[in-house]
């Protein structure tokens, strides 16, 4: 089991990078079948910064046109979710009239796909899914029902492919977990 440390807290391997591919396959899978004679230009909506890795993935694999559309919010410090969504950049194209793929990479607590739906609604979006890397059922306090979900996990603080720690690690190309037993 790889170990890497960062600032000053020691993370595990937890799910290997193949392991992630395979799940993007079945995602991408299910949402070629979902959107597989549209005819309209679904926007897929890359949620800064953690997403990239995810989006970009994801994108290589849809067979259907779609246009990339990025938007930054934060509701992390350090480790802890903060509860409050900020807007740290808009969306970066008119989304009204179509329909909108959020990509998360991770939906823990769901305040950001909350305020994120307000958003795309008073903006005019006609409709939104979720499609996430990652899904925390334990944690999440909001009525959500993602479309797209690639793995559920436990509600444990991960860091790699795209999901930092302090803004470090999101490089990574497997998923890691705190190692409780180097961190005391």
Known sequence: ?????????????????????????????????????????????????????????LMKRLSFNCELVSIKLSSYSGTESTGNVRQMMGLTADIKGRRVIIVEDIVDSGNTIVELRKILAEKGASRSYICTMLLKPESCRKDLHPEYVAMEIPNDFIVGFGLDYNEIGRNLKDIYVLDEDNNG
């Open 1 to 57: 089991m790889e170990r890497v440390r960062l600032f000053d807290k020691t993370f595990k391997t937890f799910i290997p990078n193949r392991k992630i591919e395979q799940a993007i396959d079945k995602v991408a899978e299910k949402m070629n079948a979902d959107f597989k004679d549209c005819t309209d230009i679904p926007v897929l909506l890359c949620v800064l910064n953690g997403s990239i890795l995810f989006t970009a993935e």
